[in-house]
């Protein structure tokens, strides 16, 4: 018999690197499990409730890398109102007594407080990465404490979170002994920074790689950072408002000149658009372009960028971009792998946007390109068809057609048979949002076809309890299913109960689910937690049960309803 | 056809519903949005099956639509204005965007940041001759349209079809004070300053 000890399975571990290769490998056998358990290092948990924060100490003792993700999805989108829960303060708690070598936390969609990132820069003195997307709940205070007391913080991230800024001088709080930063990401921030503390502090980190400044930094402070950091790979711009052919800006274009490494590029909340040309220089080595923040850059200005940016592998850019402009993008950009089109003002029809033709050029144009967002006026099946044959790799399809129930413009039919192409063409396809004019039929192609596919948003669409079992019974891989505004009630709902418990979690709002259907599914199903959202005042305590439910969300859990669930929250 | 609240004149042009233009019944389907806690059934699609379907002048209770007023309360709103613009705009969380994209991309507050000087965005809605109050929560609403949607099915205000029984419907006016303390008709001013000033609403029988 093979005798392998210990020491060399952990070895042989280490190599593991993905979450679900090091879950199969502990499952293998008992002393697999327990090698496993002991040198894991990072943890993954896509659902802040479906442990707790005692259950993953208990298991893996050693943890030194935690990421999290709370809210539902939909909060995203002011779905789920804000004390709804994913507080953050319980886990470093627990955590601060059980891993004192934890260097890494990433959260998503979590509540983070002031007290939760102080206790965190003083229970952890090794800590070294902070990364927070979308969470809320903290002010520069909280970044100050991180500042001041995490002696070798090497990342601080922070993505479109809601901060309150109490424009104080956090910035400054970073000691003259910090010099280890690697990425340091304040974009999301609306305040004021201290400038010069921000020029010192990039001047006395050699490693700097990543620097995304907020709006409040203006092109003179950029040009100097630039000058002292020319190291950098990953830029975010703050304002960039010069007057074209000063002074200012010959110094901005001869710094950007000097910055031989940097690939990646996004900011520019302001800009004056005739000094763009200040970053020509850095253009044809960027692989990543993000204007998704910059409205300010349209029309030929927009264009004239990018056609210099022959080796863009991701571009976020504003739907003002217009479908002439994807035509520069498919006939330039020809390693291009993600396209994320958002719309610019939301709110307004007509002429500005984009629409089918702009896809289909860049699925013509771009034959790499595997993940797509893509916020339009209008779409057609034939488009649809096109694009799914020119594009067979799609991983991650998203379109938002910015109507509600819009059908194909050519056609007035559904957009059924256009989303079935792409499913059917597109076998790795991990991740779909659908829109426009749905029928059951796309369910049912999506149900055949969409073998590989984890997660699945749909919106005002189907007609029938049909539509959603099509997709239940189909996608053997889902893990994350949300719906709002569609026909489906307690029968879709409650027809393959087990089904939730192999996904991460389901949301449903606005659809036709009852109170009885959230019932009867708790009841059968003691290892979901099975939540009712009211966030209207009730004037009945106990409503009737054929009521229907405006908002549930079902998560499979180990560890029963959540003790912080606030009172418009019901767990069934 | 009018809103079953009234509201001063909107600051933005609304185009007149006129079922004689094909165009504007073909174009794409308005949607009623924020749902009274029964969650109405979408009757909406009794009077949108397909692109080109004339609207029912009056409403008729046995379309189809059982048991839900609501849902009948969202299909006449719906025809009085028929605009392109405010049918992304009357549905809640609609488009899918980030609320750091939608306003003001990075320059403005969010949404949440300007509730959170009006208590969490939640105000008290009193109706005339009704004893208990509601409470709304402005931060879920972002025009005149949805709000007067939700106040429509919090406090079950529904026009009776003038052939059915011949009664009069009741019409309503809906005011609100103001942080200076005074009751103004609402509607009066854009939306995004109306949030900030609003402390209370009331809705009042409307004397014709």
Known sequence: MMYFPEEVLEHVFDFLSSHRDRNAASLVCKSWFKVERWSRHKVFIGNCYAITPERLIKRFPKVRSLSLKGKPHFADFNLVPHEWGGFVLPWIEAMAKSYPGLEELRLKRMVVSDESLELLSRAFPNFKALVLVSCEGFTTDGLASIA????????????????????????????????????????????????????????????????????????????????????????????????????????????????????????????????????????????????????????????????????????????????????????????????????????????????????????????????????????????????????????????????????????????????????????????????????????????????????????????????????????????????????????????????????????????????????????????????????????????????????????????????????????? | MELQLGLAPPNHLIKGFDLNSPEEIMGPAKWACVRGLCGGKRDFDEAFDGPIKTLPLLWKQDDGGDEDDDGAQMGLDDAHSFNQCNNRRSVVGWPPIKASRKLGYGGGSTQREEMDESKGGYVKVMMEGVAIGRKVDLTVHDSYQTLTHTLNNMFGIYEKSGKEDGAKSPRYKLAYQDKEGDWMLVGDVPWGTFVQTVQRLKIQKRND
């Open chain 1, 148 to 572: 001041a007391n995490c002696r070798f913080l090497r990342e601080l991230d922070l993505q479109e979170n809601d901060v309150d800024d109490h424009r104080g001088h956090w910035l400054c709080r970073f000691p003259d002994s910090c010099t280890s930063l690697v990425s340091l990401n304040f974009a999301c921030l609306k305040g004021e920074v201290n400038l010069g503390a921000l020029e010192r502090l990039v001047a006395r980190c050699p490693n700097l790689r990543s620097l995304r400044l907020n709006r409040s930094v203006p092109a003179e402070i950029l040009c100097k950072i630039l000058v002292k950091a020319p190291q950098l790979m990953d830029l975010g711009a703050g304002s960039c408002i010069l007057v074209p052919r000063s002074d200012s800006f010959t110094k901005l274009t001869s710094a950007f000149l000097n910055c031989a490494s940097v690939k990646s590029l996004s900011g520019f909340w302001e800009v004056t658009p005739r000094c763009l040309p200040a970053v020509y220089p850095i253009c044809s080595k960027l692989t990543s372009l993000n204007l998704s923040y910059a409205p300010a850059i349209q029309g030929n200005d927009l264009i004239k960028l990018i056609r210099h940016c022959q080796k863009l592998q991701r571009l976020w850019v504003l739907d003002c971009i217009g479908d002439k402009g994807l035509a520069v993008v498919a006939s330039t950009c020809k390693e291009l792998q993600e396209l994320r089109v958002f719309p610019s003002d939301p709110y307004v029809g007509g002429n500005a946007g984009v629409t089918e033709e702009g896809l289909v050029s860049v699925s013509i144009g771009c034959p790499k390109l595997h993940s797509l967002l893509y916020f339009c006026q209008q779409m057609t099946n034939a488009a649809l068809t096109t694009v799914a044959k020119n594009c067979p790799r799609f991983t991650r399809f998203r379109l938002c057609i910015l109507d509600p129930k819009r059908p194909d413009h050519m056609t007035s039919q559904p957009l059924d048979e256009g989303f079935g192409a792409i499913v059917q063409s597109c076998k790795d396809l991990r991740r779909l949002s659908l829109s426009g004019l749905l029928t059951d039929q796309v369910f049912l192609y999506i149900g055949m076809y969409a073998e590989r596919l984890e997660m699945l948003s749909i919106a005002f669409a189907g007609d029938s309890d049909k539509g959603m079992l099509y997709v239940l019974n189909g996608c053997k891989n889902l893990r994350k299913l949300e719906i709002r505004d569609c026909p489906f009630g307690d029968d879709a709902l409650l027809t393959d109960v087990g089904k939730y418990e192999t996904m991460r979690s389901l949301w449903m709002s606005s659809c036709d689910v009852t109170i009885r259907g959230c019932k009867v599914l708790a009841e059968k199903m003691p290892r979901l937690n099975v939540e009712i959202i009211n966030d209207k005042d009730l004037i009945e305590e106990t409503p009737d049960d054929n009521q229907k439910v405006e908002k549930m969300y079902v998560y499979r859990t180990l560890d029963g309803p959540r003790k912080d669930a606030p009172e418009f929250v019901w767990t069934m």
